[in-house]
């Protein structure tokens, strides 16, 4: 498992995504000058698309014996990465500037980077076992 380059950018990709349970969404200064810190688990649904993310990345962790469901579960994490990137982006425009948004929003972006260089190091491991096993099978006399 650990010794495919894959298996290292997805754990990494999940670190990132768990991480946002204790990460700080935004911050607002208040009347009287002190910092209200928002917390990504203040909001419920932040709370589940990471609940998600961190479902899909662990069930894309699992998944290496199994190269082919592995990619389709690499690729499907990293477009619903890419959706609640979209929606802290969105976030971030509804907010008009009332709130500062921490610089751990960009963490979902990072994350799809890793998924799809995983996806990628998934299909390539796949096109060697599949050149091997052809290597290996007998010939057919004509």
Known sequence: MWQRIQTL?????????VALY????SSIVLEDGTL???????KTVFTIWISLLTIFHVL??????????????????AIVCAAFQIWLV??????KGVEVISWTALFPL???ILDVLAARNILL??????????????????
């Open 110 to 112: 990072v994350a799809v």
């Open 125 to 142: 491991d796949e096109a060697i076992v599949f050149s091997a096993n052809r290597l290996r099978s007998p010939r057919k006399k004509r």
């Open 60 to 77: 894309a962790l699992g998944g290496y014996k199994w190269r082919m469901k592995q990619f389709r579960v690499v690729i499907f994490t």
């Open 90 to 95: 969105l976030y971030y425009f509804q907010t």
């Open 9 to 17: 950018y997805l754990a990494l990709a999940t670190g990132l995504i």
């Open 22 to 25: 204790w990460c700080n969404l």
């Open 36 to 42: 209200q810190y928002i917390a990504y688990t203040d």
